[in-house]
């Protein structure tokens, strides 16, 4: 079997933004948030048509920072519905997101003719498209892949805001009153990943879409929860779906001639509901076996 590079970026640049929208969702899943991610994922659109739409790219920084901006106002938006105006939890989600992503559907038909944004490449993405849009510099260096090194980079953002606000968001996940006590800002921490879920969504909505990033912000993360509860194993396991994720959802995409990105998710979604039966029916096992010390059971 030869070595195909083409397959070995779009496999590798796969794995590092599901690494990376998985260790993101762990936090979010804790917060008993995840859903929020869904809202972010969707509701950053505005800001990404407006950043085109001001700089005429969708690989500028206005795009990162009108998605960003978009990101910070529906958590903002989110919080304040539950809190002031006592929304439930749920549904503040569901106005917020939609809300939202309407008003970013109804830019791109508005300014579909003064800039070239393709709705399609916006919400489902095409990782298939990898090895042929390249970084070159001025000089005619060709860097490789543009999306690799975008997804690479976000990478290092995500592991290094983890790496240094640890503590913090361990603290402001599990007690956010008692984060409070210690002088830990838990607002400002929220704020902070909820922008970088921001990022991350932005940054690969080009591979893998708006719409299907929020898939790996969640199912990878829920998955590794079925069999751990420890925070570090919980961010390795998810880490290893991850790979392989990227791995089985690449060669099943090839062999059925489908949607690489679309085939991820379906195989994040079958590694969680074999994860359950299997899960289940250990439990359904360990009840059904007899002690060998009766006496000691409670």
Known sequence: MTFDSNAFLIIFTG??????CGFLGVFMMLRKMSMTGDAISHAVLPGIVIGFFVSGSQRSLEVIIGAGLLGILATLMI??????????LDASIGITFTLLFAIGIILIN??????????????????????????????????GPRITWLAG??????????????????????????SSVMGINAKGINLALMSMVSYTTVSSF???GAILVVALLVVPPATAFLWTKSLIPLLKLTAGLGILIAIFGYYLAYWMDSSIAGMMVTIAGIFFFLS??????????WKGTPSPNPSLEM
């Open 15 to 20: 794995a590092l933004i599901a690494i990376s």
């Open 79 to 88: 919080e304040g519905l539950r809190k002031k105006a006592k929304v439930q």
């Open 110 to 143: 508005l300014f579909a003719y003064k800039v070239d944004l393709d709705q399609e490449c916006v919400l489902y993405g095409e990782i298939a498209y990898l090895p042929i849009d390249l970084w070159i510099t001025k000089s005619g260096l060709n860097l």
């Open 153 to 178: 980079l976000n990478f290092l953002f995500v592991i290094g805001f983890i790496y240094l606000l640890f503590k913090e968001l361990i603290l402001t996940s599990f007690d956010e009153s008692f």
């Open 206 to 208: 080009e591979s893998v």
């Open 276 to 285: 359950a039966i299997l899960k289940r029916k250990n439990a359904t096992w």
